[in-house]
């Protein structure tokens, strides 16, 4: 690996299954849908709202079951047919307008740079990413070097900056670390709009905690009782309860600037509550192993930074209502026009 850098109608959704009902599996013309399809019905001023179509469609919930244990799971690695998972849900928000250039940072581990760079090239973007020499390498490592038109690796926060400022130039759309900001947690809000019923409580990795923040944000729009359980798999500053709420309430008044029948967001009866994560972070734990081979039995693919940590906290506790959000996607790159078909700028 290099370690220094050389060079509208809307069609109408089907209806989520019901917990307990047996998995369904979207087809690949779902593609005719659109991620915020709920969403718009429920408030539909939003549709002036600018987002990139990156080819996310509503995702179904599974029922799946562990030694007599029910499971739903909100099955967001299908959220597109390219590179799914959670990432892409924030970067159809933070890629529009559709900016000339894009630069991003990330760990070692690289799953939103990869994201980024993947998405971008859709759009026929380049982008420059930094990573910040943290955690391990993963299996998108080598991936978001090849796709990247500048790549480095530095050794902190400080060294990324300086890099970041060396490369910017006008027209650079700069996306936080896993998209980290309130217009990054509106595709996970857009998204609690497509379940059907509201989980008691539901269990999603924390890390920049930008999906978290859109949980909360749109639990609260629509009145939930319900509580997030953050699983924290890196650092306690990234996933800072003060800022997970901070971030969502900040997403939900973003959308009120477009559409004023948004209402104000209320905690009402949304909690949030963080447990951490055995191990370091990108620490590949005995036990994490073991909770993706469990699961890779009942036909769920996991890794063992992330949903394996979480998954593993899910099943130690056992708590009756529990909704696993799935947020991981097995990576490929780009190799067909047909897979690039589907982008568009288009509006909300």
């Not at 809000?189 to 059907?196: H, M, P, R, Y």
Request: with cysteine; net charge positive; charged share 25%.
């Amino acid at each position: 690996m290099r370690t220094d850098a050389t060079q509208g109608s809307i069609s109408r959704a089907r209806s989520q299954p019901e917990f307990g009902r047996p998995p369904v599996r979207l087809p690949v013309d779902r593609l005719t849908l659109t991620a915020v399809e709920h969403l718009l019905r429920r408030f539909p001023g939003l549709e002036g709202f600018p987002r990139v179509d990156l080819g996310v469609r509503p995702t179904p919930t599974e029922e799946i079951e562990l030694d007599g244990f029910p499971i739903a799971v909100k099955r967001d690695d299908l959220s597109t047919p390219v590179y799914g998972g959670n990432k892409p849900r924030a970067l159809e928000f933070l890629l529009a307008p559709r900016p000339r250039r894009v630069m991003t940072f990330s760990s070692l581990l690289a799953y939103h740079a990869y994201a980024t760079a993947v998405h971008a090239a859709g759009l026929g973007l380049k982008t420059d990413v930094v990573l910040v020499r943290r955690g391990r390498e993963s299996e998108v490592t080598e991936l978001a070097e090849a796709l990247a038109a500048r790549f480095c690796v530095v050794p902190g926060v400080t060294a990324a900056l300086a890099r970041a400022l060396a490369w910017w130039r006008p027209g650079t759309r700069v996306v936080p670390p896993g998209g980290a900001c309130a217009r990054g947690a509106v595709g996970t809000l857009a998204a609690v709009f497509e379940l059907e019923q509201l989980p008691r409580r539901i269990y999603v990795p924390l890390g920049t905690g930008v999906t978290a923040s859109g949980l909360l944000a749109g639990l609260m729009l629509r009145e939930a009782v319900t509580e997030v359980v953050a699983v924290r798999v890196a650092d306690r500053v990234a996933g800072w309860r003060a800022l997970v709420w901070a971030r969502a309430f900040r997403a939900a008044a973003l959308l009120r600037r477009f559409d004023p029948q948004v209402p104000r967001a209320a905690v009402g009866g949304v909690s949030l509550r963080v447990v951490s994560a055995d191990g370091e972070y990108g620490q590949d734990t005995s036990s994490a192993r073991a909770t993706v081979e469990r699961l890779r039995a009942v036909g769920l693919t996991l890794e063992t930074t992330y949903t394996g940590k979480t998954m593993e906290v899910l099943l130690r506790e056992r708590m009756p209502g529990a909704l696993f959000w799935h947020t991981y996607s097995r990576p490929k790159a780009l190799r067909t026009a047909e897979e690039r078909g589907f982008w568009k700028v288009t509006p909300m």
